[in-house]
């Protein structure tokens, strides 16, 4: 089926670094997210983002976060500066049309 | 907004039984339901998409069941097999939003 990679698997910093998280999302698709996963916790919706801009987020989506995609390259999100709470694993997933999501199989990112 | 509980939160069967996993959901207005699974270290794999105008649906060693009714949606392995030891996770998207609520997930450990 079609596949979403994410890049790095794994990313460690130290509290109050930026990080940018990468996404290469399905080739024709449209709407991208992304979703954020504490150990044993449940997925919970981050942004999405739509021809540019973002479409709706959650209030997880702090002032630190930022998400773009540059000239339809790597849909990217963007902690800067990151803290403690912001170690998880995070999912990016893209849809061609606002419907069935496909997934990345995330990016565990440690702050330390 | 809309909550989405699932359970159990483990599960352990002997290879060959039955296994069901269920989630129930808050908004009325949702429409859309997925089943997802996810092996260790790899992307959410979409088992199946269900629409709510239809309570059974049936996939390769599987059921999906809806009741909106009762706003309940289950999983129902029929013959579990050790590749089916996973975490599967549903997810429920409310009219008028582009994203998905995710119960919390379950891990299935089918033992040989």
């Known amino acids: 089926g079609p596949k979403v990679l994410q890049i790095p698997s794994h990313q460690i910093i130290d509290m109050g670094q930026m990080v940018t998280l990468n996404c290469d999302p399905v080739?024709?698709?449209?709407?991208f997210y992304w979703y954020k996963q504490i150990l044993g916790q449940q997925m919970e919706f981050l942004v999405n983002?739509?021809?540019?801009?973002?479409?709706?987020k959650s209030k997880l989506f702090k002032d630190q976060f930022s998400v773009e995609r540059p000239d339809g390259s790597y849909f990217t999100l963007k902690i800067q500066p990151t803290a403690l709470e912001d170690s998880a694993v995070y999912f990016c997933a893209s849809s061609l049309a606002a419907e069935t999501l496909y997934f990345g199989s995330g990016t565990r990112l440690t702050v330390l | 907004g809309e909550q989405v509980e699932q359970r159990p939160p483990h599960l352990s069967v002997r290879e060959g039984d039955s296994a069901v996993i269920t989630c129930t959901y808050t908004d009325p207005n949702s429409y859309y339901f997925f089943w997802y699974k996810q092996e260790p270290g790899a992307s959410l794999q979409l088992l199946m998409k269900?629409?709510?105008?239809?309570e059974i649906n049936e996939g390769q060693g599987f059921t999906v069941l809806l009741n909106k009714k009762d706003k309940r949606l289950s999983l129902n392995l029929t013959a579990a097999h050790p590749g089916d030891s996973a975490a599967y996770f549903c997810a429920v998207r409310t009219g008028g939003n582009n994203k998905l609520t995710f119960g919390q997930g379950t891990v299935l450990s089918v033992i040989p």
């Open positions: 080739s024709n698709h449209l709407y």
């Open positions: 269900v629409f709510s105008s239809t």
């Open positions: 983002f739509y021809n540019g801009k973002v479409m709706e």
